[in-house]
């Protein structure tokens, strides 16, 4: 094919356009669903939420001390030498309910609670009423928003919904998303393979991709390159699940069948992309389900699962794609790519002690057709070239993308 494929094809953004204007994801596929608060996490509201409670429900201790009754103060401080523990004072630690006979709180660090059960307050004491007393409500209100609907529910949601007594979280259905390992050479993981088979890295590695974006993984077993099998599994894909991946034969190979099933049964919306590796991946709609043929290769099983897979989950839970925190860094060497394509580079960043360089950072760009694949799954930046970029020369300031956080950057 040569030169010739690399001309005239969309870009991602433009094939993604397309894609959503050829499918839009059924009204059922953002049914609402309860789930309890432990298993909420991660997981998108459904609905705005408010609180159900009011916190505290009466007033409370702001501190711990003693609840006494402002009135005593009126005329300064009183004659504390005969006061009794239950009579004149209780008490009252932080957040605790106290009797509504007392209305004010003197920190314990200012009250010294004698053995004979008199008190010695310090010279500075000054009490008025409600003194070191929340009142009712002064933590939370009912009715007090708590999440607004599409938020993704983080640790710290999830204590803001407890406080607020919502027991039952209404989130957004999660995505089921079949995942079809397809090729004859291909081995489960933890078998070694054998002369002209290979490891299936992609199931375990996009099913997880998935799950991080929010979508429930349904990975089938491998299906080997017979027409039939496909077809059967293919099938059952698109009855159980609200999008099916089939992985590996997008190109237009001898045993790609892949292809020519997916264009039987559905309406191929593109097929080549602006983007390597990976460029022969398919979007297609079948029985009004989007239909996604995956390059096998790693790394284009990588990328695309990133940019389009991503796209699709987001769409069916009505959430923007996540944005990836990025850098600016020195390139430690030349690298060159085609300009037709948006391609993407694992890259292994480092922190840089040279003064002269204003980024802190030097990337290394890895290679993986030149046996730096495994290196390439495992490093800590990646970035994507923008289309028309010919290159750049050694000591060019790239931004890349954070795959690690920044304080795993060595």
Not at 232 to 246: M, N, S, T, W
Request: glycine content about 10%.
């Amino acid at each position: 094919m040569g030169e010739k494929i690399m001309q005239g094809f969309p870009s991602r953004e433009e094939a993604l356009a397309d894609f959503f204007a050829a499918w839009e994801p059924p009204a059922a596929s953002t049914a609402t669903e309860l789930v309890s608060l432990d298993e909420a996490i991660g997981r998108v509201t459904a609905r705005d939420l408010v609180s159900a409670n009011t916190l505290p429900v009466v007033r409370a201790s702001a501190c711990d001390g003693i609840a006494v009754r402002s009135a005593a103060f009126a005329d300064g401080r009183p004659d504390t030498s005969t006061w009794e523990l239950g009579r004149d004072f209780v008490r009252a630690d932080t957040g605790d309910d106290f009797p509504d006979a007392y209305d004010a709180v003197i920190m314990i660090e200012k009250a010294a609670i004698q053995p004979d059960g008199s008190v010695v307050l310090d010279d500075d004491v000054q009490v008025e009423p409600g003194t070191n007393v929340r009142q009712a409500g002064d933590t939370i209100k009912a009715g007090t928003p708590l999440m607004k609907a599409g938020l993704p529910i983080r640790p710290t949601d999830l204590a803001a919904l407890a406080m607020g007594g919502i027991t039952l979280v209404p989130v957004r259905r999660k995505p089921r998303i079949a995942f079809i390992p397809t090729g004859s050479e291909l081995v489960p993981a933890g078998i070694a393979p054998r002369r002209g088979q290979n490891v299936d890295t992609n199931s375990l590695m996009v099913k997880h991709m998935l799950i991080e974006y929010g979508a429930d993984p349904l990975v089938f077993p491998i299906v080997h390159d017979d027409e039939a099998a496909l077809e059967r599994a293919f099938a059952e894909a698109l009855a159980v699940a609200d999008a099916v991946v089939v992985n590996g034969g997008s190109a237009v190979g001898e045993e790609d069948f892949n292809v020519r099933m997916i264009e039987a049964r559905g309406r191929v919306v593109h097929h080549y992309i602006a983007a390597v590796p990976g460029r022969p991946l398919m979007m297609a709609v079948a029985d009004g389900k989007p239909v996604i043929d995956l390059p096998g290769p790693t790394m284009a099983a990588y990328y695309g699962t990133q940019w389009c897979l991503q796209a699709v989950v987001a769409r069916f839970l009505g959430v923007p794609v996540r944005k990836v925190p990025a850098v600016q860094a020195r390139a430690a060497a030349a690298v060159g790519g085609p300009p037709q394509m948006a391609n993407i580079a694992r890259v292994n960043l480092t922190r840089d002690g040279d003064p002269a360089n204003p980024t802190g950072y030097t990337a290394e760009f890895l290679n993986f057709k030149a046996g730096d694949l495994a290196a390439c799954m495992a490093s800590n930046a990646q970035r994507v070239s923008p289309i028309g970029e010919r290159g750049f020369e050694a000591g060019s300031l790239v931004d890349v993308e954070l795959l690690r956080g920044e304080e795993l950057i060595g």
